[in-house]
């Protein structure tokens, strides 16, 4: 299973190395709101858990500078878990990840913002597990897959610097055990996440932007 991480950060990396050249940076912050599904093999019961809140943190670079497509690859730190309340106690999970994400970036300019929808993969490594459910015997994975989609808008603005807000909903996938949070028989558990965050990006100038007028000569 690292062989095939490995290689799909390779073959990423690759991908990005082509691009014609870094369209923008930036870093991010928000809120994370996440729960987690319990799924017990023997006797066949799933359990969804409430939710807790969390922060997340991310520094990103969008590559091509295409007038409706972009990609988007980030490191990003994020707090995940949920409340698991018994009639004897409320336990509390928390695990933080430091995720690899990448996204294809769909975006439309209008007049004064810019919507955009975002889809792509995540590869999650779990830095702490603070986990006190009483069916949780082991550790949760190392690393693992996961998927997100997310919604946003970017606030035209004049200079460099852009200001944008934009949602995610973030999960597991189950049936597959290298998308899986927690896969320890009897019990596998699937990480659901929603996040909100704002951000501030430094967009480079375009190639044949200039601030110079040019000059014709007869």
């Not at 994370?32 to 066949?44: A, L």
């Not at 999650?124 to 949780?136: D, G, H, M, V």
């Not at 989609?149 to 603005?157: K, L, P, Y």
Request: aromatic residues 16%; charged residues 20%; positive net charge.
């Amino acid at each position: 299973m690292k062989k095939i991480f490995l290689i799909l950060i390779v073959v990423l990396i690759s991908l990005q190395g082509k691009a014609q050249f870094v369209n923008a940076i930036g870093i991010t912050g928000g809120v994370s709101y996440s729960t987690q599904k319990f799924y017990f093999i023997d006797p066949e019961v799933i359990l969804k858990k409430k939710y807790q809140f969390g922060l997340n943190a991310s520094v990103f670079a969008e590559f091509f500078s295409h007038k409706y497509v972009r990609w988007v690859s980030e490191i990003q730190y994020n707090q995940k878990g949920c409340i698991d309340k018994q009639p004897e106690a409320k336990y509390k999970n928390r695990l933080s990840y430091l995720c690899w994400n990448n996204y294809l970036k769909i975006r439309y300019e209008l007049f004064n913002i810019i919507p955009y929808v975002l889809a792509g993969p995540r590869l999650e490594y779990k830095l702490t597990q603070k986990t006190t459910s009483p069916p949780i015997t082991d550790k949760f994975e190392q690393l693992h897959l996961s998927a997100a989609v997310g919604a946003g808008v970017e606030f035209i603005s004049y200079g460099n610097i852009k200001f944008f807000v934009e949602g995610f909903y973030n999960t597991d996938v189950k049936h597959y055990a290298f998308a899986m949070a927690y896969v320890k028989p009897p019990l596998d558990i699937k990480n659901i996440n929603f996040e909100l965050r704002v951000g501030l990006k430094y967009q480079f100038q375009k190639r044949g932007e200039s601030c110079n007028t040019p000059t014709y000569m007869d």
